[in-house]
């Protein structure tokens, strides 16, 4: 089988976190069966249409390295792609169903409809519209609309890929709506004629869409369509484990997380393993790994819930592994320079030649977890901090310390600095020495000389901090700091 997949998002705002593994599933599966991934645009619910969201959307495919073969601004032989400019394509299939009985105009206005719902209500009733179906409706015209018309009430059977074998009970068969009255086709029957025009083989999806299936197969079955396989995807469930996740409960979209400092590489790391794994303790998973190990028999059937710390673990992982030129890449991309002042790409980073960044971030690459920490991280390289004597004398390590003593500390050190090779390695040399000659230990002596050099929460480890600093520039500030406890 040539397998063919889809990706048919609807632009309807941004891009969250589960819309993209939505996406991954079947790119996966075309991907490593040499198949086709087809990107297709459902936009007929254009009551609820957000400009631009289409090409946020796009953007955030092409970031993530999700890149299909078929379809919006690709191409292809199927187009168009985008739902609102395929009417004619729904238009001929719905009156090969008004032709053959099976489909109807829908004379009730909202009010009436309501007073159904209400008559049902009061007779402790579930709300179905084919016990209210008109005897006699009038002939169907844009403006009115179309509706599907059940005629085998009877239980459906269908397998799913992640799911099993499963079953859609009569009472789940309705009358529902084909063409709305704007002359727009709704999902349910869209999604059917696009699927089968466009040669759609697996159709992946997540397990809301099993609710309706009974009419689904209904659908195929008077459009005398064979289904394709069908694969319904676990929900994404909130950290509490026992809801979807939503809005409410701290997702976020997709460019959040882009602009916070994750990276493409740990995003789909994380979203692959949200119900999925290897059969391994695997961890990472490059998109190259996803595609030769993926496999739908390994998808569990139950909700996978989401947790932000194991995302922001896993950024940081991908951190460290990327090769430096391509962090540096990430890096210039994600950075907003008006908002990193006396940092990395801020005012003073940009008088700094690309080698000198680079250099910077090789040292502080193993401290990362997201590019956002970069300013914090990197400042003191490119600009000498304002000297803070408070982060020293209440440094839980040299409280205890007098600050005559510091000062000694800090003259010794600087003596010592003075005749070094300005390496990493000798300066590790040089430094433990100073622990013998000043009877201190690494916390008491190299807190001093980090907070001396930074005034950081945090810093790479010291030798390869001073290494990257400059000697001239190290003793120069060490000096600064010393001068001032001495006064």
């Not at 003191?380 to 209440?394: G, M, N, R, S």
């Amino acid at each position: 089988m040539n397998i063919r997949t889809r990706f048919a998002p609807s632009p309807t705002g941004y891009v969250h976190i589960g819309n993209i593994r939505a996406a991954l599933f079947p790119y996966l599966l075309a991907k490593q069966n040499h198949g086709t991934f087809v990107l297709r645009i459902e936009d007929t619910d254009q009551n609820r249409y957000v400009a631009d969201a289409e090409q946020v959307l796009l953007d955030t495919l092409k970031w993530l390295g999700l890149n299909w073969d078929e379809g919006v601004e690709v191409g292809g032989p199927f187009g168009p792609y985008r739902q609102t400019e395929r009417r004619e394509h729904y238009l001929k299939w719905a009156q090969k169903l008004i032709d053959k009985g099976l489909a109807y105009a829908d004379p009730y206005t909202p009010e009436q409809v309501q007073q159904f719902r209400e008559e049902a209500q009061a007779n402790k009733q579930a709300f179905l519209y084919r016990n209210y179906r008109p005897e006699n409706p009038p002939e169907w015209h844009l403006g009115l609309p179309l509706r599907f018309k059940q005629t085998k009430i009877e239980r459906k059977h269908f397998h799913d890929e992640i799911m099993g074998d499963l079953e859609a009970g009569a009472e789940t068969l309705d009358d529902f709506v084909l063409i709305k009255a704007d002359g727009l086709p709704t999902y349910n029957f869209a999604h059917v004629v696009d699927d089968f025009e466009m040669e759609i083989t697996h159709l992946t999806r997540g397990v809301e869409y099993i609710s309706s299936m009974g009419n689904y197969l209904a659908l195929y079955e008077a459009l005398e369509i064979t289904p394709p396989v069908f694969v319904h995807m676990p929900h994404i469930m909130a950290p509490t484990g026992n809801k979807k996740l939503g809005k409410r409960d701290g997702a976020k979209s997709v460019q959040e997380y882009r602009a916070e400092g994750f990276l493409p590489e740990a995003i789909l790391n994380f979203l692959v393993m949200l119900g999925w794994n290897d059969g391994t303790t695997t961890d990472i998973f490059s998109l190259d790994d996803m595609i030769a190990k993926f496999d739908l028999t390994r998808v569990q059937r139950a909700g996978a819930r989401f947790d932000e710390k194991r995302l922001l673990w896993l950024n940081g992982q991908w951190l460290r592994r990327l090769d430096i030129a391509k962090l540096f890449e990430y890096a210039r991309n994600s950075a907003n320079p008006a908002d990193y002042s006396n940092s990395f790409w801020g005012e003073h980073g940009r008088i700094a030649s690309d080698e000198r960044r680079l250099e910077v971030l090789a040292a502080v690459q193993e401290r990362l977890k997201t590019l956002a920490d970069l300013p914090a991280l990197t400042e003191y390289f490119f600009a000498a901090p304002q000297i803070d004597l408070t982060q020293i004398t209440e440094n839980k390590f040299l409280a205890s310390f007098a600050p005559a003593k510091l000062v000694e500390l800090l003259e010794i050190a600087i003596s010592a600095l003075e005749t070094t090779d300005w390496n990493a390695d000798a300066l590790q040399n040089t430094l433990n020495d100073l622990l013998a000659r000043t009877a201190t230990k690494p916390a008491e002596l190299f807190s001093l000389l980090r907070i001396a050099v930074s005034f950081a929460p945090f810093s790479p480890e010291l030798p390869r901090t001073l290494a990257v600093l400059g000697k001239d520039e190290t003793i120069s500030r060490l000096k600064k700091v010393m001068d001032t406890l001495a006064k």
